[in-house]
């Protein structure tokens, strides 16, 4: 099986920068994509952005311009590079995994126990 570990949350003001990363272990595939979902409370799960293993990328239009993903397949490990940050990006920030790219979540059979985000105005 796979299980992802995400790192790197934390507690910011409006405009700054974090960085997150997924460290992926065991069995997995050369095709796998990998990518980002966020979840605050009372809200539904979100699509962020995903990568495949060849590097075609897709991004939510709401991060499109202020986060940055990538990932290093030598170390199956996934980043997002967020910078200008804002009160809206405050939420759980979760590590996916599955065969393809997609904006939706069923599409992923691999999830990371999230790491939170907190942006303050």
């Known amino acids: 099986q796979v299980q992802l570990a995400e790192s790197g949350g934390g507690s910011v003001q409006a405009g700054d920068s974090l960085r997150l990363s997924c460290a992926g272990s065991?069995?997995?595939?050369?095709?796998?994509?990998m990518g980002w979902f966020r979840q605050a409370p009372g809200k539904e799960r979100e699509f962020v952005g995903a990568i495949s293993w060849g590097g075609g990328i897709d991004y939510a239009d709401s991060v499109k311009g202020r986060f940055t993903i990538s990932r290093d397949n030598a170390k199956n490990t996934l980043y997002l590079q967020m910078s200008s940050l804002e009160p809206e990006d405050t939420a759980a920030y979760h590590c996916?995994?599955?065969?393809?790219?997609?904006?939706?979540?069923?599409?992923?059979?691999?999830w990371g126990q999230g790491t939170q985000v907190t942006v303050s105005s």
């Open positions: 996916v995994a599955g065969p393809y790219i997609s904006r939706y979540a069923h599409a992923y059979n691999y």
């Open positions: 065991g069995r997995t595939f050369s095709s796998s994509a």
